[in-house]
């Protein structure tokens, strides 16, 4: 069997990943399986454990590190945040074209090791509505916020990374532009 393609997709954290990604996750034509990130982040209420991330302690994170089990990770406003090496490759092998959703850096990574990757980049249709989108969702301390969108405009000047970028300005037609562009990019040959 052939082995499964990587499509990467980031976009600052507040853009409207998430929603878009549920748009076409179960598009039957893509073949997608989305991989399960391990993270030091503390649990949201809203979120279940082995669903949304897979929730350890940062020791646990720092020994997946030294035992080589992570294809990528990084330090996000003092969590840690990766992709295990297993997960991908099982997924591979069964053929499936596995989505990985994280940010610039780990992106940058993922490039290096796997250059014909698809990558995509999610931009906010302005700075003022992903801060109002940043806001309004998580409801967290002020400087929270301004770490985020720190690191929202530093992730904007890493968008010539990327093969595509996309605009949630609406997040219906930015699901659809995904999903041409992964189709394009599994049906080309390598
Ligand atoms: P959040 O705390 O809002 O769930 O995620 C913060 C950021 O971490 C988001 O930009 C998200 O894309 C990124 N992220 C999630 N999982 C991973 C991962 O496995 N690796 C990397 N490098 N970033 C990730």
Redesign the pocket.
Known sequence: MEKGKLIII????GVG?NGIIERFINNPELNLAQ?I???S?ERRESERDGI??DFVTREYFEKAISDNKLL???E??G?Y???PIDSVERLRSLGKNVL????A???K?IRKIFPNSVSVFIVPSSLAELEKQIRERRKEEEDVVAERLNKARSELNLISDYKFVVNNDDPELAAELCSLIIKRYIDKAD
Not at 10 to 13: A, E, F, I, Q, T
Not at 100 to 103: D, G, I
């Open positions: 980031s976009g600052p954290s990943k991989v990130s391990m993270t982040r949304h991330y990528e990770y990084t996000f406003l969590n945040y990766g992709t990985l959703e994280v940010e850096t780990g992106a990574q």
